[in-house]
């Protein structure tokens, strides 16, 4: 199964409806996927004793859906010149070193500014590497994602072929990274 992981809890983001298009470009190559969306991480797992002991839900809904997975690819918004502050939260409550050591991972920038999210990418992806991950060379930054958006979709537009070969390139990486 592989995991496409929404780096943002905020309520409306565009990164969301981004998530939800690679997923079924991942399902349409014939592969088992889902969305990992930080805006279902409920209140008690930012708690103190959260630290100490995980609630069970984060267990069923997040840890062990990370330790199963084929290869995440995390679409980050960029806030404030970096990656959001509850996907580093994320990353701190999963468990270490064992949820992401030598986890296929690709990255997709999302930002309505110019440089689509290129600083946030950048820095996830020092902390990936530190966590020992298999980090997929190409990368995808959208920037101006308003025009990309329609309603509730996105609409990738001239970048839908960048899309679809990070996505297979991402696939083959990823399976011959789990060998």
């Known amino acids: 199964m592989y995991h496409v992981l929404c780096a943002t809890n905020r309520p409306g983001a565009h990164s969301r409806k981004v998530a ?7 399902r349409g190559q014939g ?3 889902e969305v990992l969306d930080l805006a279902n991480l409920r209140p008690d797992i930012f708690s103190q004793d959260a630290y100490g002991k995980k609630p069970q839900w984060f267990e069923d809904e997040f840890q062990r859906p990370i330790l199963e997975s084929s290869g995440i690819i995390v679409v980050s918004p960029e806030y404030n010149g970096s990656f959001p502050g509850v996907m580093k939260y994320f990353i701190d409550m999963l468990r270490f070193p064992e949820s992401l050591v030598k986890l296929p991972v690709a990255f997709v920038g999302v930002a309505a500014g110019q ?4 600083r946030a990418v950048e820095q996830l992806q020092l902390v990936f590497h530190y966590r020992q991950t298999h980090v997929f060379g190409e990368r995808i930054f959208v920037s101006k994602i308003g025009d990309y958006i329609n309603g509730e979709s996105f609409e990738p537009k001239e970048l839908e072929a960048r899309f679809n070969n990070l ?3 991402f696939l083959t990486f990823a399976a011959a990274a789990k060998q």
């Open 115 to 118: 440089f689509g999210a290129l």
């Open 20 to 26: 939800h298009y690679l997923d079924e470009l991942v």
């Open 31 to 33: 592969k088992a996927s």
């Open 167 to 169: 996505v297979s390139g």
